[in-house]
Nanobody
Framework: QVQLVESGGGLVQAGGSLRLSCAASGLAFSTYIMAWFRQAPGKEREFVAAISWSGSNTYYSDSVSGRFTVSRDNAKNTVYLQMNSLKPGDTAVYYC????????????????WGQGTQVTVSS
């Protein structure tokens, strides 16, 4: 059974930093593309960042590019999201997700999700 467990969220002032973690189990982690999404109150869930199987390729939404960094440690079955220069507009529940096994790079679909971790950025 696939499980994704996010942690590291919290309350931070604008301009601050947080590092989110997502621990995965029940899957051959290094064979899955991993991603982060977020959902703010009253808004649809949106893509934040993704990382390829080995970690050699990443891509980001325009809204976080240059401020957020996604990484992974396949030995620990964990994916990270380092968030710097946080803004109030980054306030949301952050989710990690996996693309279906065998997906090509920049997949259109993600099918397993964690429960999310709340990030709140105060002005």
């Amino acid at each position: 059974q696939v499980q994704l467990v996010e942690s590291g969220g919290g309350l931070v002032q604008a301009g601050g930093s947080l590092r989110l973690s997502c621990a995965a189990s029940g899957l051959a982690f290094s064979t899955y593309i991993m991603a982060w999404f977020r959902q703010a109150p009253g808004k649809e869930r949106e893509f934040v960042a993704a990382i390829s199987w080995s970690g050699s390729n990443t891509y980001y939404s325009d809204s976080v590019s240059g401020r957020f960094t996604v990484s992974r440690d396949n030995a620990k079955n964990t994916v990270y999201l380092q968030m710097n220069s946080l803004k109030p507009g980054d306030t949301a529940v952050y989710y990690c997700a996996t693309a279906p096994r065998g997906s090509s790079w920049r997949p259109a679909k993600y099918d397993f999700w964690g429960q999310g971790t709340q990030v709140t950025v105060s002005s």
